[in-house]
């Protein structure tokens, strides 16, 4: 028997098929099971992204600037759904289905070495494109210290000159820019 708010996630393999087993999100952490996950990046009319600080209690990647949005695609769920419950979850966003669109999914890999801490994962990337003032979002502050507007191109220079503040989506980063000329 689970205990209540266990959020559970579908296992699937180094290739991204499904393997019809389902595990809590501590479990696939710890061995490193590969799962699926989603990111959002919300982009309003002046070409600015909006970014997120990760909250200090966040298990990876504390205290980092990120993408608008993220989190795992729970057991039985759908890409977009999720998506679109992170961003009404973290940044209190309510959007449709239609307001995203799909990007590209990337694979990435993270562990880390001060604990038993593996994320295997393949991201969904959406693109919502809205004029949203940045005192309309509302903060879960378990999940986002803070969040700011940034214009594409000086995001690129930040990731070059102080890419310690943000969280490493390399891949990620170099596609959305080019998705974004």
């Known amino acids: 028997m689970l205990s209540p708010g266990v959020e559970l996630i579908d296992v699937v393999g180094p290739s991204g098929n499904p393997l019809r087993i389902i595990a809590p999100r501590t479990e696939v952490h710890r061995k490193g099971l590969w799962h699926r996950t989603v990111h959002i990046w919300v982009l309003n009319g002046k070409k600015e992204l909006l970014l997120q600080k990760r909250s200090w209690s966040k298990e990876s990647f504390p205290g980092l600037w990120d993408i608008s949005a993220a989190g795992h695609i729970s057991a039985g769920d759908t890409s977009k759904r999720a998506a679109l419950r992170e961003l009404e979850e973290e940044l209190g966003i309510p959007a449709r289905e239609d307001e995203l669109v799909f990007l590209f999914t990337i694979k990435g890999h993270y562990e880390d070495p001060s604990r038993p ?65």
């Open 117 to 181: 801490f593996i994320d295997n994962e393949f991201s969904d990337v959406y693109l919502m494109r809205a004029d949203i003032p940045i005192n309309k979002v509302k903060v879960d502050r378990n999940e986002v210290d803070e969040v700011k507007y940034m214009a594409v191109e000086e995001l690129k220079k930040e990731l070059e000159v102080h890419p310690g503040l943000y969280v490493p989506h390399h891949e990620a980063y170099g596609k959305l820019f080019a998705f974004l000329k």
